[in-house]
């Protein structure tokens, strides 16, 4: 007897970066209450959205990777049905190697792109240059060391933070800083700007690789959701 089923799939990607949008919005406007009236604790909350806000953009590239490989195995082929076969087949297969799995996010989009026979987004160039500071900012807050937010005088902060990387110099100018903070602080670009220019290049590297493989963006439906102000 055969047996008949049904199952559902999530495309959890389209939850990151809706998240992402929503606390980019709600940093944007707890911004606009601190100018008129500076809060130590709202300020809180702004980077509190702001981080959250980059998490879950660099957790929306993570995922819809994931899940691009995953519906290459599939046998309609999934958002990739527009490929041929032997591609879909051959992407399925380096999906599911250990190291493309443990592969970085940027990576995993390079080696599907090369797989399916379409060029990579030059890592030079915007928006993947962007992109990966953004992935570094992520990567530094979530992986935390001490002195990363130190200043001072050279004489007194620890080797490696921020202020003294070339990091900084990556992403200053890009976007607004959280316009009033309670004295000295290395952390003022942790704001609805910061939140703001990692969720919309995020959102522009993925909508270039979805061009470029011919695919409707997995979030194209929700795009009306996604404004970060």
Known sequence: MQLVGIGFQTYFSIQHIQSAAFLARQAFALEREQ???FDSDRDSDVQACACGSVFSSIAFLEALVNELFAD???SDGGHLHS???PVRELIAELGATESVERAAALRKFAILLRAAGKPAPPLGANPAQDLQVGVELRNHLTHYKAHWLDMGTSN???PGNLM?????SRFKGKFA???RVAGPS???WLGHGCSEWVCRTAIQYVDLVSGTLGIV???DHVRSRLATR
């Open 156 to 158: 007194m902060v620890r």
């Open 217 to 219: 963006p997995l979030h």
């Open 186 to 188: 290395s952390d003022q």
């Open 35 to 37: 100018e008129i009236s």
């Open 164 to 168: 003294a990387s070339s990091l900084l």
């Open 72 to 74: 290459a195995a599939k």
């Open 83 to 85: 490929l041929p076969a």
């Open 177 to 179: 800083y959280r316009p």
